[in-house]
């Protein structure tokens, strides 16, 4: 079990949840390249949409959404930027892991490796969820190739998670087949309509703990510090949704007293799932931010 297949439990459990993962990669346009990137930790999955020079945006999913989360943006961004997808190594997907990453210093020098891999710089890193605090750590530990972040519903970064997220995490990580545990993603995304493509997401979701090995090599999500969020010198926005996996009003009380240069948007209503709740709403202010910090602007 683990690294000899990539972190799933078994080749067939890799071959079955990689047909779940297709099916939502469909949801997004065809990708014009899809790089295998090497790293010191293993092989990185990235989908490219657009041509190469493009205005780059790399997007970090969210813990055991994989690149395929992101239709609504690989669809709404590629008509002005070079979007990248990222499959984060300790994650289901089609990356393949060879090495731990036991802190968010390894994670932070595994995105930079792949950013310096692809030619890229000036990068617009879009993190959500688990991330979003993945690129909040990439932006303080490991900026060189960095020009803005964009933090969409990030988990354990401006607020702590709440109880009923662990509760939920326990039972997906333990009891993955079970009805509670389809409830459980059912909660986080949003209670979406049965069939709906964030339903899909779901599905998708529950399908990684079921194939996927415990997620023990790769950083636990441990609340960062103030002084952590004060070490990042780029321009960032946070997008937060009100009805999510923590308590997204500590979350801007935070940011306007510990960072409040950071811009902020909270949609009250929105659940975890809102790049895929809202895409052309998230979508319109990644493209504003962008467009106003791109090199040369």
Avoid at 48 to 71: C, E, K, N
Avoid at 82 to 99: F, H, N
Wanted: proline content about 7%.
């Amino acid at each position: 079990m683990g690294l000899a297949h990539g972190g799933f439990k078994n080749s067939e459990a890799r071959r079955r949840y990689l047909a779940v993962y297709d099916e939502l990669h469909a949801l997004s346009p065809r990708p014009d390249v899809m790089h295998d990137v090497p790293t010191k930790f293993g092989t990185v999955r990235v989908y490219q949409y657009g041509a190469d020079r493009g205005v780059p945006v790399v997007l970090i999913h969210g813990f055991f959404l994989t690149s395929a989360m992101w239709w609504g943006q690989t669809a709404g961004l590629t008509t002005d930027f070079t979007v990248y997808a990222v499959d984060m190594l300790g994650q289901p997907g089609a990356s393949m892991q060879s090495k731990a990453m036991f802190t968010p210093a390894d994670s932070a020098r595994c995105i930079d490796a792949v950013l310096e891999s692809l030619g890229l710089r000036d990068v617009h890193l879009v993190g959500h969820s688990y991330g979003g605090w993945l690129a909040t750590h990439t932006a303080a530990l490991a900026p060189r190739r960095l020009a803005t972040v964009t933090l969409v519903d990030p988990a354990s970064t401006v607020a702590r998670t709440s109880a009923r997220f662990w509760r939920s995490l326990a039972v997906l990580l333990w009891r993955p087949r079970s009805a509670q545990a389809g409830r459980a993603a059912a909660w986080i995304a949003g209670h979406p309509a049965p069939g709906s493509s964030v339903d899909m997401l779901a599905r998708l979701f529950v399908a990684g703990f079921a194939a996927f090995a415990p997620p023990l090599r790769t950083p636990p999500l441990r609340f960062p510090s103030d002084r952590l969020l004060r070490s990042v010198h780029l321009p960032v926005q946070v997008l937060l949704a009100g009805n999510t996996v923590h308590d997204s009003r500590k979350g801007l009380e935070r940011i306007q007293s510990v960072v409040p240069a950071w811009r902020y948007r909270l949609w009250p209503n929105a659940s975890h799932a809102l790049p895929s709740e809202v895409p052309d709403e998230v979508n319109a202010y990644i493209r504003q931010f962008v467009i106003e910090h791109r090199s040369g602007a």
